[in-house]
């Protein structure tokens, strides 16, 4: 699998709200999440459907394959 841009998932404790960095882009995820994990799933989804890893990462099978890195 080759892409350029890694996948870095900012998970505020106190607000329970996510951010997802992707290359030179940021992106706030829409919900709330209880648990840093449940976020990362989340991020997974909105990688694969919104950003077109489907696509873009032929290593990929499905969402839960996109590496996102938790900060």
Not at 19 to 35: F, H, N, Q, R, V
Not at 54 to 62: D, F, N, S
């Amino acid at each position: 699998m080759h892409v350029e841009e890694n996948l870095e998932l900012h998970f505020d404790l106190l607000s329970h709200k996510a951010l997802l960095s992707c290359g030179d882009k940021e992106y706030l995820l829409p919900d709330i999440y209880p648990t840093k994990e449940m976020a990362q799933v989340a991020a997974q989804k909105f990688a694969w459907e919104t950003l077109g890893w489907k696509e873009r990462a032929p290593g990929c099978r499905q969402p839960s394959d996109v590496p996102v890195w938790l900060r």
